[in-house]
Structure formats: structure tokens, C-alpha cells
């Protein structure tokens, strides 16, 4: 009886005719297909359930996978703002203490026992040097065309520079050939901590 319902409902007229506007019709269609999928020899009712065992399944999974990553990014995003507070902590106590991480690099080079590292703490002087003579807005390339373009009276320590920054020179040009001793390292590093107190780097 339910799959003649069936087989009538599925089997009506085209599609201007009456039956197809009516809405009744259309609320009958999918209680006869149940009842015929009832009545047959197809297990539907064990389909649906495994459908639905496998989509609650798979729901529950992308929620722990979800909830799972939620707690790695919270871990990671965490770890980032720490290490952020703790460089910002240390940059803030080295400029609280009038110190700078790389004039202090300089000074322990100078007064290293290494001849060499005499020779590296000039270079390295020098190049903080440029730094800040480019962060001033001087123009020019390198040191000497940054020094020749300061008028006098808006550097009171130009000259002492230019003699820093020979020494320098001799070391980058003349190599092994230059002797540079203890005491004329030492003394160009206050050559050039002289210029550095001036512009406000130490």
C-alpha cells in the first residue's frame, strides 16, 4: 500500500498541472519516500546512523584538532611576548645605567691583550661613528665626505674625529704594516668616546 502512495505521488501530471501547485502534494512527497524506504528490503535505518556516527566523528576531531592548535598558538603567541618584555627590559636598564651594549663591545676589545683586538675595537669605534653621523641626516658616502659636510661651530668635537677616524685609516689601508700599540689604541678609543659623549651616544 505505501509504495503504490509511492509510486502515485511520484507519478503525477506535468508541470503546470494543478497537483504540482498544490503544497499538500509537496509535504506528501518526502513522507511517501520514507514510508517506501521503510518498507523496503534497503537498511536504511543503519545507514543513517553510521552517517551519523561517522559525522559526529568527524566533528568531534576537528574540535580537538581545533581546541589543540587554539592552545599551541596561545603558547607561541605567549612565548613571543615574553621574549619582547625581556629584550625590552634589557634595553631599558642599559640606557637606565648610561651604558651601550656596543661601546662596551669596544672598550673590552681595547683593553683585550690581543694586539689584534686593539686593531677591532678602532674599526668597530668608527663604524658606531658613521652610524650615528648617517642617523644625524649628514650627507655623503662614508665617514670623510659625512665629516667634511659639518661645518665647524655644529660639531665642537669635528677635529678630534678626523683624528680618530685616520687612525683608523692607516689600519684599514696600511694592514700588518702599521704598529699600533697599546697606548695609541686606548687613546684613539677616548678620541672617539669624546665625539660619542657629544652626540648623545654615551
Known amino acids: 500500500m505505501n509504495q503504490n502512495l509511492f509510486q502515485t505521488v511520484t507519478t503525477q501530471n506535468s508541470l503546470f498541472s494543478t497537483m504540482f501547485l498544490n503544497i499538500d502534494y509537496w509535504f506528501s512527497r518526502p513522507i511517501a519516500f520514507w514510508y517506501w524506504l521503510q518498507n523496503s528490503n534497503f537498511q536504511v535505518g543503519s545507514f543513517v ?14 574540535t580537538i584538532y581545533c581546541a589543540i592548535r587554539l592552545v599551541e598558538i596561545y603558547e607561541e603567541e605567549n612565548h613571543h611576548l615574553q621574549h619582547a618584555i625581556a629584550e625590552y627590559n634589557s634595553f631599558y636598564q642599559e640606557q637606565e645605567s648610561g651604558k651601550n651594549v656596543r661601546w662596551i663591545h669596544v672598550e673590552d676589545l681595547v683593553n683585550s691583550p690581543n694586539p689584534s683586538d686593539w686593531r677591532l675595537s678602532i674599526i668597530e669605534a668608527d663604524s658606531i661613528l658613521e652610524s650615528l653621523l648617517e642617523e644625524k641626516g649628514i650627507p655623503g658616502i ?19 674625529a678626523w ?30 668616546e669624546m665625539v660619542f659623549q657629544e652626540l648623545g651616544f654615551i
Open 49 to 62: 546512523y553510521m552517517i551519523s556516527y561517522l559525522l559526529s566523528f568527524f566533528g568531534i576531531t576537528i
Open 163 to 192: 683624528e680618530a677616524h685616520l687612525v683608523r685609516n692607516k689600519i684599514a689601508h696600511e694592514g700588518s704594516n702599521f704598529e699600533l700599540t697599546d697606548r695609541e689604541a686606548k687613546r684613539t678609543i677616548r678620541l672617539y
Open 142 to 160: 662614508g665617514i670623510g665626505e659625512r665629516l667634511k659636510n659639518i661645518a665647524p661651530g655644529d660639531m665642537t668635537t669635528i677635529s678630534i
